[in-house]
Nanobody, 121 residues
Framework: QVQLVESGGGLVQAGDSLTLSCKMS????????MGWLRQAPGQERVVVAS????????YYADSVKGRFTISRDNAANTMWMQMTSVRPEETADYYC??????????????WGQGLQVTVSS
């Protein structure tokens, strides 16, 4: 059974950098597109960034382009999202996700437990 374990959340200040990690067990990770979604209080869960199984195609939400970078190492079954110049409005629960097809289009087959990112102003 595939499991996703996230790490790297926490409290940061606006303008800081933060890296989220997601390690897959029960993979191999290369069989799955992976990505990050976030859900702010009272809002829908939305895709922030995703990366295909080979790691050669990425997607970014418009609001994070140029500031966030998603990457993966299939040998380590791990995916990362480097977040720079974070903003208070990006305070949310962040979820790692994996799909046999597309994280953006779905369906998402596996979810991490979620981790909280709080950006103070």
């Amino acid at each position: 059974q595939v499991q996703l374990v996230e790490s790297g959340g926490g409290l940061v200040q606006a303008g800081d950098s933060l890296t989220l990690s997601c390690k897959m067990s029960g993979g191999p990770a290369a069989n799955y597109a992976m990505g990050w979604l976030r859900q702010a209080p009272g809002q829908e869960r939305v895709v922030v960034a995703s990366i295909n199984g080979r790691g050669d195609r990425t997607y970014y939400a418009d609001s994070v382009k140029g500031r966030f970078t998603i990457s993966r190492d299939n040998a380590a079954n791990t995916m990362w999202m480097q977040m720079t110049s974070v903003r208070p409005e990006e305070t949310a629960d962040y979820y790692c996700a994996a799909s046999g097809g597309s994280v953006v289009r779905g369906p998402i087959q596996f979810w991490g437990q979620g981790l909280q990112v709080t950006v103070s102003s």
